[in-house]
């Protein structure tokens, strides 16, 4: 029996939220499409809780890719991969090596989809994470189906696993650093929380005491 081991992507394999680095790359490509992406990126700045951040965030980034022509992403990615690689956290990514090349690791995210394989190329790993629509070869800048955030990982890891996966196959870890990955991390017996400070470890100890805790800087 397969037994997959689930990895968060930003502030987890990440030391940090890389949302802006995409948009940095997308702007250098897409300068005209600032200014529809400014009210988005206020929203992020004024967000009240970390669903309505995300909900931001999304938007942004589809209001820099609205109009795009796929084959336009290349050179963006291309410069995000370069920036990012120097944040991936190597303890982090030696586990999800680790995990890809024995098959079972997926990275389970809500970034695009394509932002991790951008990070990540040498691993053949699946990526679950947020898509944004395609018509004719361009990007519309809508979100295909939910965002890939909170109880929709764990939809998404049910339908992979039922669509991708051998009968009888589960899941056996999960690694996150943000409590919005709740939901998934209960789908695992084994649990690794990566907390960058001791105020991230108490409460991590206090809402899931059997979790293991990753003391990162």
């Known amino acids: ?8 992507f930003d502030g987890t394999l ?35 809780n970390d669903f309505e951040l995300q909900r931001a965030k999304v938007a942004c980034i589809g209001a820099m890719l609205g109009g795009m022509p796929v084959s336009q992403l290349d050179q963006g990615l291309i410069r995000f991969g370069r920036r990012v690689r120097r944040l991936v956290r190597p303890e982090v990514k030696t586990a999800l090596v680790q995990q890809a090349e024995c098959h079972r690791g997926v990275v389970v995210t809500a970034s695009p989809d394509f932002v991790v394989r951008a990070v990540f190329p040498e691993l053949e790993v699946p990526v679950l994470g947020t898509q944004f629509s395609v018509v004719n070869g361009m990007f519309t800048g ?15 890891v049910r339908a992979y ?14 690694w996150s650093d943000a409590l919005s990955d709740r939901p998934m991390m209960d789908m695992a017996p084994v649990r690794h929380w990566v907390c960058a400070s001791d105020r991230d470890s108490a409460a991590i100890q206090i809402l899931d005491p059997s979790g293991h805790i990753i003391t990162v800087r």
């Open 161 to 174: 696993i039922d669509e991708k996966c051998a009968i009888g196959t589960d899941v056996a870890e999960a």
């Open 1 to 8: 029996m397969t037994s997959l081991v689930l990895f968060d």
């Open 14 to 48: 990440t030391k940090c939220d890389t949302t802006r680095y995409l948009l940095m790359a997308l702007g250098m490509e897409r300068a005209h499409r600032v200014l529809s992406a400014l009210p988005h990126a206020l929203a992020m700045k004024r967000a009240a």
């Open 142 to 156: 809508e979100v295909q189906g939910d965002i890939c955030y909170g109880a929709e990982k764990v939809a998404r």
